[in-house]
């Protein structure tokens, strides 16, 4: 196997899956960072990311401490000039991604891979700003409340065969489920869950049920592993109001059109868990 | 309680109707199930024989409850008439206007006044059967989930003239049934139709627009969302005749593009692909019921 050490670039929640599947796998992660001051952040968040992943049950004490003492924090970008893959995962903004994309390959090795963790823009937009877009492609990691992870591997319009087969090889060696899918947007499971909670947003405001019964309808009816409500409550209002906005105006598609509910939440401050109000409240 | 509300009525016992009266009978109701055909009642019986067996053999209940299920709790008829000591009858016949309406009426004609009459419709309005019920007030929906002898979750929906007197006492007939009810509101596929045929509708059209292969779909929902089964699994479990005929009911009465099924629906249908009763539909199933053989 050609990658030994990996690189995460930019250090968002969903970096916090990333280090854990690849240091869970027993590889060596370095986490870059641009500011000294996110860097105690991150490592903050990641170990109560990984608290919880405890609670849950879903990993060990011990094999928290060795996620841990796999990951090197470094606000330095050139300790990534060693890596056989850097994933990027910074803030979901496209300029910065493109800007990170465009750093990186004037400094990585040239037949290091250089990946994109975004959910809502174009891979291959991101990988035109990098010098050789070939050896470019998305890896958008999920994690579902059941814990299971996954990954989307994205075969953007300029990258190599060698480059998605090498993904493919890496996801094995994580042992980690993945599918190879195009750079449409939202790829495969936000191009379908993003309609499947507007459309529960729609139907609540709209009187369908109240939350509770809404909630229990849909896990004890179809054994989903939470309702609509609660979990957009976890995920957070403004994330999902960001991804369905994004989605919208890349596909026109009325599905992906925020439901006012959504708007008035996040207006109000109600973004879920992290403000202790959503459509549920927990305070 | 009365003597009287110890009695149950289920019209029709197919997939559906032999679930409920399983239900019932095993909550200590007096169920009395009505079918007009006489083959239906007694696969039925043996159908309701062999799931308590197998309640026996698992330790959920002892050799003596099964027998006094089958023997006293549990009665099959072709006569409306034995429906006359029923507090609740339960409508689980075809899923067809006419034919709900008309075994309420035929029901109106043998039950005590007070008796309620729920529907365990799909897509129909609650208003519309009640309409040919003779007593509106007093029907309403209790819409149990396949297979309704396990799944816990019943919707019940009131339809426009349903009093609050009928849904006090559903309620609480549910609850002694043992079933987990949620109140929606009523309009077409309440919630576990309004979303399941939509995202399955979803992710038809997504494979019919070659955005992916059906594994790769039924992976990445599994996988990426925690479903418990991937969309096409789950379609070849329902089948392609009902999900046509389910799309097509919500479609008429909502009008919104999402309910409509996706032409490739209709092709499986005609090509006889409807899922695994058939031994193809969006995977090949062989003799042994195994996918991909
Ligand atoms: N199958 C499902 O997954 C499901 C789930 C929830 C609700 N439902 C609803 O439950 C109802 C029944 O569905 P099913 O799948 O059990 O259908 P089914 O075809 O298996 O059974 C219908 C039964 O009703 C009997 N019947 C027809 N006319 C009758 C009459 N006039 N009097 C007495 N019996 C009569 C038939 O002989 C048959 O045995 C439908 O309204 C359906 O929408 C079905």
Not at chain 2, 226 to 239: C, H, Q, S, V
Request: glycine share 10%.
């Amino acid at each position: 196997m050609r990658i030994q050490n990996v690189g995460v670039a930019g250090f968002d929640k969903a970096a916090g899956i990333i280090v854990q599947v690849i240091a869970g796998g027993g590889f060596p992660v370095i986490a870059w960072q641009k500011d000294e001051s996110g860097l105690e952040k991150s490592k903050k968040e990641l170990s109560e990311a990984l608290g919880n992943a405890i609670n849950s049950g879903f990993i060990t004490k011990e094999e928290k401490e060795d996620i841990l003492n796999k990951i090197t924090f470094t606000s330095d970008m050139t300790s990534l000039k060693d890596a056989d893959v850097v994933i990027e995962s910074a803030v979901e903004d496209v300029e910065i991604k493109k800007g990170i994309f465009s750093e990186l390959s004037g400094l990585i090795r040239e037949d290091a891979v250089l990946a994109t963790n975004t959910s809502c823009f174009s891979a291959t937009e991101i990988a035109g700003s990098a010098g050789n877009p070939q050896r470019c492609l998305g890896l958008h990691f999920l994690e579902s409340v059941r814990g299971t992870k996954f990954v989307e591997i994205v075969r953007t319009e300029n990258s190599s065969e060698e480059t998605i087969s090498l993904a493919v090889e890496f996801c094995s060696e994580l042992n980690i489920e993945c599918v190879v899918v195009k750079d449409s947007p939202g790829f495969l499971v936000n191009y379908l869950f993003v309609p499947y909670m507007n459309r529960a947003l729609e139907a609540y405001d709209q009187g369908l049920a109240d939350k509770e019964d809404l909630d229990t309808a849909i896990r004890m009816g179809l054994g989903y592993p939470k309702g609509p409500l609660e979990l957009i409550d976890k995920i957070g209002l403004d994330k999902h109001l960001h991804l369905t906005g994004q989605l919208y105006r890349r596909i026109n598609d009325p599905r992906f059109s925020a439901p006012s509910i959504l708007n008035r939440k996040v207006e109000g401050g109600k973004l879920g868990i992290k403000t202790g109000e959503g459509f549920h409240s927990y305070k | 309680m009365s003597e009287k509300s110890k009695y149950v009525g289920v019209l029709g016992c197919g997939t559906m109707g032999v679930g409920i009266a399983i239900v019932s009978a095993r909550a200590g109701f007096n169920t009395i199930v009505i079918d007009t055909q006489q083959s239906a009642l007694d696969q039925a019986a043996a159908f309701a024989d062999k799931f308590f067996a197998k309640s026996v053999k698992k330790g959920k209940m002892s050799a003596q409850q099964k027998d006094e299920i089958m023997g006293e709790k549990l009665t099959w008829s072709m006569n409306y008439d034995a429906l006359d000591k029923c507090s609740f009858v339960i409508e689980a016949v075809f899923e067809d206007l006419e034919v709900k309406q008309k075994v309420f009426s035929q029901a109106n004609e043998s039950c005590p006044k007070e008796t309620i009459f729920a529907t365990n419709t799909s897509t129909l309005s609650i208003t519309s059967i009640a309409a040919g019920s003779g007593r509106p007030e007093q029907v309403i929906g209790m819409h149990f989930c396949l297979p309704a002898q396990v799944m816990k979750l019943v919707e019940v929906t009131r339809g426009l003239q349903t009093s609050d007197d009928t849904f006090n006492r559903t309620v609480e007939f549910g609850e002694t049934l043992g079933q987990v009810l949620v109140n929606t509101k009523e309009r077409p596929g309440f919630i576990l139709n309004h979303f399941i045929v939509a995202f399955n509708n979803d992710c038809i059209r997504a494979y019919e627009n070659g955005l992916a292969s059906v594994e790769d779909i039924d992976k990445a929902v599994k996988h990426g969302l925690g479903y418990p089964m991937g969309p096409f699994e789950l379609l070849d479990y329902i089948g392609m005749d009902t999900q046509l005929r389910v799309s097509l009911a919500l479609f008429n009465q909502i009008h919104d593009h999402s309910f409509y099924p996706p032409p490739l629906v209709k092709r499986m249908v005609d090509a006889g692909f409807l899922g695994r009763k058939t031994g193809r539909g969006f995977y090949k199933y062989g003799e042994s019921g195994m996918f991909g053989t």
